[in-house]
């Protein structure tokens, strides 16, 4: 059983900068796509940054210019960085994975909160 484990949450005034790390029970080559989303009090998950595997990575308008998703395969651990982080990145942020054989399986890791003062 696939696990994923995030990690850096915290608080952080705006302007400053975070750096999450999600870690894998198992490689990440086997992974399709590997994402962060977020979710904010009283609204719907959102998709922050992803890196498919074999494609480019993509991001939220809203954090375009700001957050970087990366990955470190011998480490099996992906990571975004956050920076110039506003108040309305709060939110718990979740590392996601998307494993595609026989069929498509999700995974996601516990979250880890990210909390931007003004």
């Known amino acids: 059983q696939v696990q994923l484990v995030e990690s850096g949450g915290g608080l952080v005034q705006a302007g400053g900068s975070l750096r999450l790390s999600c870690a894998a029970s198992?490689?990440?080559?086997?992974?399709?796509?590997i994402d962060w989303y977020r979710q904010a009090p009283g609204k719907q998950r959102e998709l922050v940054a992803a890196?498919?595997?074999?494609?480019?990575?993509n991001y939220a308008d809203s954090v375009k210019g700001r957050f970087t998703i990366s990955r470190d395969n011998a480490k099996n651990t992906v990571y975004l960085q956050m920076n110039n982080l506003k108040p309305e990145d709060t939110a718990v942020y979740y590392c996601h994975a998307v494993l595609r054989l026989f069929k498509e399986t999700n995974y996601w890791g516990q979250g880890t909160q990210v909390t931007v003062s003004s």
């Open positions: 890196m498919p595997s074999g494609g480019s990575t």
């Open positions: 198992g490689s990440i080559f086997s992974f399709n796509v």
